[in-house]
């Protein structure tokens, strides 16, 4: 059976950011494959296709620091041209040859009297086979799960239906009754696209207003094109300056009560502005602002002055044959059903058993939602390491750029497993230690917004806060920029099976 030393789990973007940075720092030294079961690379980017579909995030800094584009024709790209830089990182950097595409991971187990993983695989052609592992990565993202709603009914409808994160082309919009579920950050984008066709008639149904800001995208310059190619320092400027912007974002709208009132009345003026009268009301958020995702608009308040679309914040009761029917007892007939609900960000989509013998999602049961070391690290757990994993993600900076902060963390550990210590097996972070940083944490989020209101920030909506980290870029950075060893239990070959501490050995 094959053997490798590193598994990757996900081509998206945490897996293109793990091979950057591998291949930047052994080359070809690393003996790593990783396993996509798309047929290309780009995950998010690849799955996403729904109309208007595109970064809210400037794009030199949702870009690997050391593969900066000076093509992107805009500061916010569509999805298209952000799956095209994936595609031409993954060519430039030499990393296809490292993935298995059309590749599914069903299984993951830690063997103890082997010290490594079994990994199950599926392949789209019907073959599975067995891999191990000494070392697994799972770049699976935390949006990797479409949410798909409870409301009673769903089954029932009898037109088309699907989720904006798996867009059917297929289905005509044309002329049709459409009913869109959730006004979320893709419902944004997209209602203002599909409201383009005039033919058609949208009901979107909404339940809790968004804080909305006005949109930050703008086409690049020849000037700035030119620069950017003829000085790659400019890109580097830009950069910096969005990062800097994105730092300030954070303690104006999550870390100062006095600035978020200011960013608040920003906001609620931005509505006032540009909605129409009638909804104004209607869109006005009643909490706090940064406890939900806060929207930089993309046309939508715009096109709710057209007379092909209605917001109905009616709370639905369920789904019928026709169409919907709500809790005020009115049915909407409908031809189409969009789901834009998210994603279930609360849940671990695949089956990973540790040296406990619990998998990542009963672990995560037992701490009341996920739960980890700096977001990439889980007690028993050896040699197991996350992208992008509970409390990694922010309201404010760039996904890409926290992830290249945990790969610094993450690479730091590969490199005492496979290159400085022979006699090291296995890595696993204590549970003291992931107590003490998730007490910390939680604390640390209690005390700011996010506990404030309903939100996929949190378990079931409502529970326990796992998706956010309660700080600046800054500090997610200087936290995960030196690997603290004496956080970590160690297996050593002349010591099996008892642990230590790595410090003991430095």
């Given at each position: 059976?094959?053997?490798?030393?590193?598994?990757?789990?996900?081509?998206?973007?945490?897996?293109?950011?793990?091979?950057?940075?591998?291949?930047?720092?052994?080359?070809?030294?690393?003996?790593?494959?990783?396993?996509?079961?798309?047929?290309?690379?780009?995950?998010?980017?690849?799955?996403?296709?729904?109309?208007?579909?595109?970064?809210?995030?400037?794009?030199?800094?949702?870009?690997?620091?050391?593969?900066?584009?000076?093509?992107?024709?805009?500061?916010?790209?569509?999805?298209?041209?952000?799956?095209?830089?994936?595609?031409?990182?993954?060519?430039?950097?030499?990393?296809?040859?490292?993935?298995?595409?059309?590749?599914?991971?069903?299984?993951?187990?830690?063997?103890?009297?082997?010290?490594?993983?079994?990994?199950?695989?599926?392949?789209?052609?019907?073959?599975?086979?067995?891999?191990?592992?000494?070392?697994?990565?799972?770049?699976?993202?935390?949006?990797?799960?479409?949410?798909?709603?409870?409301?009673?009914?769903?089954?029932?409808?009898?037109?088309?239906?699907?989720?904006?994160?798996?867009?059917?082309?297929?289905?005509?919009?044309?002329?049709?009754?459409?009913?869109?579920?959730?006004?979320?950050?893709?419902?944004?984008?997209?209602?203002?696209?599909?409201?383009?066709?005039?033919?058609?008639?949208?009901?979107?149904?909404?339940?809790?207003?968004?804080?909305?800001?006005?949109?930050?995208?703008?086409?690049?310059?020849?000037?700035?094109?030119?620069?950017?190619?003829?000085?790659?320092?400019?890109?580097?400027?830009?950069?910096?300056?969005?990062?800097?912007?994105?730092?300030?974002?954070?303690?104006?709208?999550?870390?100062?009560?006095?600035?978020?009132?200011?960013?608040?009345?920003?906001?609620?003026?931005?509505?006032?502005?540009?909605?129409?009268?009638?909804?104004?009301?209607?869109?006005?958020?009643?909490?706090?602002?940064?406890?939900?995702?806060?929207?930089?608009?993309?046309?939508?308040?715009?096109?709710?002055?057209?007379?092909?679309?209605?917001i109905c914040w009616d709370h639905i009761k369920e789904i019928v044959p026709e169409g919907i029917l709500t809790k005020a007892g009115e049915t909407h007939p409908l031809d189409v059903l969009i789901y834009g609900t998210g994603y279930a960000a609360d849940r671990y989509p695949l089956r990973v058993v540790g040296s406990s013998g619990l998998t990542i999602q009963e672990y995560y049961d037992t701490q009341k939602g996920p739960t980890a070391y700096l977001g990439l690290s889980i007690p028993n757990f050896p040699n197991f390491f996350m992208l992008s994993g509970p409390n990694a993600n922010t309201g404010h900076a760039?996904?890409?750029?926290?992830?290249?902060?945990?790969?610094?963390?993450?690479?730091?550990?590969?490199?005492?497993?496979?290159?400085?210590?022979?006699?090291?097996?296995?890595?696993?972070?204590?549970?003291?230690?992931?107590?003490?940083?998730?007490?910390?944490?939680?604390?640390?989020?209690?005390?700011?917004?996010?506990?404030?209101?309903?939100?996929?920030?949190?378990?079931?909506?409502?529970?326990?806060?796992?998706?956010?980290?309660?700080?600046?870029?800054?500090?997610?950075?200087?936290?995960?920029?030196?690997?603290?060893?004496?956080?970590?239990?160690?297996?050593?070959?002349?010591?099996?099976?008892?642990?230590?501490?790595?410090?003991?050995?430095?």
């Open positions: 059976m094959e053997t490798r030393s590193v598994v990757v789990i996900g081509a998206g973007i945490g897996g293109m950011t793990f091979a950057v940075k591998a291949r930047k720092k052994w080359g070809d030294k690393l003996d790593f494959v990783i396993y996509e079961k798309a047929d290309g690379v780009g995950g998010t980017w690849r799955a996403n296709i729904y109309p208007g579909c595109a970064c809210d995030v400037p794009v030199h800094y949702y870009s690997l620091s050391n593969q900066l584009n000076p093509d992107f024709g805009s500061t916010h790209p569509a999805q298209p041209e952000i799956l095209a830089y994936w595609e031409s990182v993954a060519r430039k950097q030499g990393i296809l040859p490292h993935i298995q595409f059309n590749t599914e991971v069903t299984n993951v187990e830690w063997i103890a009297s082997e010290s490594r993983y079994r990994i199950s695989i599926n392949k789209s052609n019907g073959e599975a086979a067995t891999v191990f592992a000494r070392i697994v990565v799972s770049a699976l993202g935390f949006l990797e799960v479409p949410n798909l709603t409870s409301i009673p009914g769903v089954d029932t409808f009898k037109g088309d239906s699907f989720h904006c994160a798996r867009w059917d082309y297929t289905v005509q919009l044309k002329n049709r009754r459409i009913g869109v579920i959730g006004n979320g950050a893709s419902a944004t984008q997209f209602v203002p696209k599909i409201a383009q066709e005039h033919s058609s008639q949208i009901t979107h149904f909404c339940r809790t207003p968004n804080y909305l800001l006005p949109p930050r995208r703008s086409e690049y310059s020849p000037l700035w094109l030119w620069l950017f190619r003829r000085f790659p320092i400019f890109m580097r400027f830009v950069r910096y300056l969005t990062f800097c912007k994105s730092e300030f974002l954070y303690f104006l709208v999550f870390h100062s009560q006095f600035m978020r009132r200011i960013a608040s009345a920003w906001a609620l003026w931005y509505i006032r502005a540009y909605a129409p009268k009638r909804d104004v009301p209607k869109l006005t958020p009643q909490y706090t602002m940064g406890c939900k995702r806060v929207i930089f608009d993309s046309g939508y308040l715009d096109c709710l002055h057209q007379s092909n679309i209605n760039s996904s890409i750029y926290l992830e290249e902060c945990q790969m610094t963390h993450i690479l730091q550990c590969l490199d005492k497993l496979l290159f400085k210590m022979p006699t090291l097996v296995a890595l696993s972070v204590s549970q003291e230690a992931t107590d003490r940083y998730n007490v910390w944490l939680q604390t640390r989020l209690r005390k700011g917004v996010f506990y404030s209101c309903d939100s996929w920030y949190r378990v079931n909506g409502v529970g326990k806060v796992t998706s956010i980290f309660p700080g600046s870029g800054t500090l997610f950075w200087w936290m995960t920029r030196q690997v603290k060893w004496e956080d970590y239990s160690l297996l050593l070959k002349s010591s099996i099976p008892g642990p230590g501490t790595l410090s003991d050995l430095l």
